[in-house]
């Protein structure tokens, strides 16, 4: 997988021979008793849809304990596996630290690998109850810990001292020190079953657009898989270990954001798996090797996609990604942005970034022309700290698509909807350009019994003249109605049997336009209109005078479903023998009206 040159020092001091020799060593790690910190080992995956409920739990502990909480992430198990065209974040190191601790669904976490409640995995949405990170960090902790490091953005280099420091016996002869690289800020797909109250601050924008903040992501150990060897582990004990390992480019295709990059160490009193974390640590390394003074990157930039009625010119306030690739703190900075090509804004940002640090900046609004399918952002760093800089790497470019609604050429509309094996999950509705709601249905029961798909009633729609609508679907799981576990779909169509909206292969939710023109302002103009026979047992024969060059003759159910339909023809025979005995609609319909008969 890779190739790691590690050097390991080790200074070792035993009882009172250690004090007078400490100040030739390495002094940086406390010597004076400490609380223990928490360290939360948490195993996670793009595909667990509660797993945000985890992040969300872990980032509040490490919030509450500035500096004395910690996380990992493993992305690992079955939820972990992407899909086609999706990043892989698992590791094998990752792999095998899931195989071991062996948790049975996800997420699941471990606080400092001790038992709790008889159990060593909880879910990490307990993190904050009071027997889990606020009773660790108010314990004393037998050892300190310290680590100091630096990273070479120019060549990758990243050289790591851990320092520790007994105060007190250890209960275990032998001790296991772990190091590990950590990524946060890491932009990707998450599922989520709730977006509006599962972690909602852990997406990059809009949750509904599928891009999640990743944090705390383990990357490799820098310790064997189980740790380095401490077997000195009496008060006064203490040592230093040194780590060297160039960095790679990506690991499984994901990139290595030198600037994102944290390091965690944690000294754990027992053998793999077993025993019981005595503290951790965690730092982000001084990045070094900046090849200028001041220098930005663009790391990027966004525009969301849109659904829009109307076509003329619309404001947006788009975001770019900025990082500081420069020795100095970045203050203040010039950005350029068009979009299409059109006419470009310029927009100051000040602030205080750290080299190496990047920050996601909102856009001060930008109106632009869209045009139907693709439309680019376009944006352009220049001037950090009011001075020149290599422009190289300035520049971002961003695709966006904008909708437009289709037509429906009657105002009587039909919903056809097939659910999977849980119908239980989906809901729809129906608004008007006011926000209003129209129409809404579901959940849809009961759940089948294995994997297929449940045929629900036609839903019949009706609209106004002159109006958008948005049709919105949900699944509350977040896996849509085809994903495996039954062919669902849903489709929209007017009495012309016009496809509106269509799918069922979607996430959380998904969403259409569709509108109407000056459809049922007035009667479809029709003469000499003749259905016969009447009833009908074998054919039905349709026969009419109209000025209009184009019209489409149907027969619809009273669910709104076009069971037969002829274009162009004002004399139309219908073969009605399958058709069971009941009552139909007849319509003729054109650009401009329709005009409806009961048979």
């Known amino acids: 997988f890779r190739t790691i040159m590690k050097n390991i020092t080790k ?90 601790f062996g948790p049975t669904g996800y997420p699941s976490s471990t606080l400092n690998r001790r038992t709790i409640g008889g159990a060593q995995l909880y879910h990490p949405a307990g993190s904050n109850d009071a027997d889990k990170v606020p009773a660790v960090i108010a314990e004393g902790s037998e050892v300190n810990l310290h680590i100091g490091a630096t990273l070479d953005i120019s060549n990758g280099a990243l050289n790591v001292d851990v320092e520790y420091y007994y105060t007190a016996n250890a209960p275990s002869a032998t001790n296991y020190l772990y190091v590990a690289v950590l990524q946060n800020n890491v932009h ?23 891009v999640y903040n990743h944090q705390h992501m383990f990357r490799m150990f820098l310790s064997p898989q189980w740790g380095d060897a401490v077997n000195s582990t009496s008060a006064t004990s203490t040592g230093i270990m040194n780590y060297s390992v160039t960095l790679p480019a990506d690991i499984n ?12 160490a944690f000294m754990n009193d027992g053998v793999q798996t077993a025993g019981d974390v005595l503290t951790a640590e965690a730092v982000e390394p001084t990045l070094t090797g900046f090849s200028a003074a001041d220098e930005v990157v663009s790391l990027g930039a966004s525009a969301d996609d849109m659904l829009l009625c109307d076509l003329s010119a619309q404001t947006i306030s788009p975001e770019t990604t900025i990082k500081n690739w420069g020795s100095n703190n970045m203050t203040s900075l010039t950005i350029t942005y068009d979009v299409n090509g059109g ?72 919903l056809n909807l097939v659910t999977d094996r849980y119908g239980s999950e989906t809901t729809w509705e129906v608004k008007d350009s006011g926000g209003s709601t129209i129409a809404s249905g579901g959940p849809y029961g009961p759940d089948l019994a294995s994997n297929g798909t449940t045929t629900q009633p036609a839903v019949p729609i009706t609209l106004s003249s002159n109006e958008c609508y948005t049709f919105t679907i949900f699944d509350s799981y977040g896996d849509g109605i085809d994903s495996g576990y039954g ?28 509108k109407t023109g000056d459809l049922g302002v007035a009667e479809l103009d029709v003469k000499d209109l003749t259905i016969y026979p009447n009833p009908a047992s074998s054919v039905l024969n349709v026969t009419f005078t109209s000025d209009a060059d184009e019209y489409t003759v149907s027969i619809l159910d009273l669910q709104g479903r076009v069971l037969a339909s002829e274009a ?12 069971a005995a009941g009552s139909y609609l007849v319509t003729i319909a054109t650009a401009n009206g329709v005009h409806t008969e009961s048979v």
């Open 11 to 100: 200074v070792l001091f035993a009882g009172a021979l250690a004090l007078p020799m400490l100040g030739s060593a390495q002094t940086n790690v406390s010597t004076s008793p400490e609380n223990r910190n928490a360290i939360v080992e948490e195993w996670t995956g793009i595909h667990c849809g509660y797993c945000p409920t985890g992040h969300a739990a872990v980032s509040q502990a490490i919030s509450n304990n500035p500096g004395d909480a910690f996380g990992i992430n493993f992305h690992s198990g079955g939820y972990a596996a992407p899909s086609a065209g999706e990043p892989d974040y698992r590791t094998p190191e990752g792999d095998v630290h899931d195989g071991a």
């Open 188 to 210: 990707g797909p998450q599922v989520s079953y709730n977006l509006g109250n599962y972690n909602p601050g852990g997406w990059v924008g809009d949750p509904a657009n599928g």
């Open 253 to 264: 295709g994901v990139p290595l954001d030198l600037g994102n990059i944290e390091i965690v």
């Open 343 to 414: 006419t470009a804004q310029n927009m100051t940002w000040n602030g205080n970034l750290a080299p190496g640090a990047s920050e996601i900046v909102t856009l001060d609004p930008i109106t632009f022309t869209p045009q139907v399918g693709t439309n680019t952002l376009n944006v352009a760093l220049s001037n950090p700290n009011g001075t020149g800089d290599d422009a190289s790497d300035n520049n971002s470019s961003e695709n966006f698509t904008v909708s437009a609604p289709t037509e429906a050429m009657t105002l009587d509309v039909t």
């Open 487 to 514: 062919n669902g779909s849903y489709e929209i169509v007017d009495g012309q049997a016009n496809v509106l909206v269509s799918g069922g292969d979607f996430g959380s939710e998904e969403s259409g336009l569709f």
């Open 568 to 579: 162009g023809s004002n004399n139309v025979t219908f073969p009605v023998a399958d058709l």
